[in-house]
């Protein structure tokens, strides 16, 4: 069946599907959202909530309606959301969620290819490194990736320019490798207008911890879950930062996780790297310049991930290692 351009379907309606619908609807990005859940009234009160604003004249109109998997089947991009997230009390160890939503990926990508095997799937459910991976190697999907450590990356740019006293928007850098508590950032990749990192004292006056900003931005998911129940916007807006990428073809270059083919000498795990994204997906990953410190913090993401791939393999995702060190991080 022909790709319907602008057919966007969202699997799961809780905070983050929720949200990620609104988003699109609100940046006028699709065509025809189709929403799927488990529980269909609750998709349907979110789909009726969510048509009323395009009464506004600032929305161009969408098709916006209640489906279920066969909808998939002339998909151009299919965003899913489904499976438990880390609530307010729980344990700061992401992992926790895995075993849970490896059963959830499985009904979820069983229910996908069931249509289509054309749609770019973009993941968020956590944690989401190990299970694109998984699903890639388990269901051979050609074009799946995730949000990875593009919110990171955004969060790490808006702390840092709060820092600094500037605009966000003016800052150049990456968060990479997993989206959790081994992610790390090539300090000799960042810059401001070209400035490299290193001359940010003497420019700002201002002295940047590294070590305190990474804690501070790995902690700062978990920060909001505590005192708002949820994270939702910002993963909103990144997953709708992935979707324009898309639908326009404008080959920008985000931090997604997807398995390299042997980009930064890696395979066989995926990990957010810099990639360039336009309408059939990831068509290139960027290999940075990475200096001592980076190559280091990159092969101890490699190696935890790894590590994680080998305990699923081994059926033993209940005794998943922990990442040693650094403060787990939350995943939206």
Not at 76 to 98: E, F, K, V, W, Y
Not at 165 to 171: E, K, M
Request: one cysteine or more.
């Amino acid at each position: 069946m022909a790709i319907k351009r602008g057919k966007i379907i969202i699997i799961g309606a809780g905070h983050v599907g929720s949200a990620i619908l609104n988003s699109i609807l609100g940046m006028n990005l699709a065509q025809e959202i189709v929403l799927i859940n488990l529980d269909r009234d609750q998709a349907l009160g979110e789909v009726l909530d969510a048509s009323h604003t395009l009464a506004f004249s600032y929305n161009a109109g969408c098709a916006i309606r209640v489906g279920d998997y066969p909808d998939c089947a002339d998909a151009q991009i299919i965003i899913n959301t489904a499976g438990p997230s880390i609530r307010p009390g729980d344990t700061h160890d992401r992992m926790t969620l895995l075993h849970t939503n490896l059963r959830v990926m499985a009904s979820v990508m069983d229910g996908i290819t069931r249509y289509t095997r054309d749609a770019i799937i973009i993941n968020v459910t956590n944690p989401v490194d190990v299970l694109t991976y998984w699903c890639v190697r388990k269901y051979d999907y050609p074009n799946m990736l995730s949000t990875g450590t593009l919110l990171d990356t955004a969060r790490m740019n808006k702390m840092l320019a709060d820092r600094l006293g500037i605009d966000a928007r003016s800052v150049t850098g990456f968060v990479l490798g997993e989206h959790g508590g081994t992610a790390f950032v090539p300090w000799n990749t960042v810059n401001i207008g070209g400035l490299p990192f290193e001359h940010f004292e003497r420019a700002f006056g201002k002295r940047i911890d590294r070590d305190a900003l990474m804690q501070d931005v790995k902690a700062s998911g978990l920060d909001i879950i505590e005192l708002k129940g949820y994270t939702s916007s910002g993963i909103a807006l990144t997953a709708c930062r992935v979707v324009s990428a898309i639908l326009f073809d404008a080959h920008s270059v985000l931090p997604l996780s997807v398995i390299p083919r042997g980009e930064y000498g890696l395979g066989d795990v995926a990990m957010s790297l810099p990639c360039v994204i336009g309408e059939k997906g990831v068509g290139k990953i960027i290999e940075l310049p990475l200096d001592e410190d980076a190559q280091r913090d990159m092969a101890v993401c490699e190696r935890y991930l790894r590590g994680v791939i080998r305990e699923i393999d081994a059926g033993g995702a209940a005794h998943i290692p922990q990442t040693q060190g650094v403060r787990p991080g939350a995943f939206n």
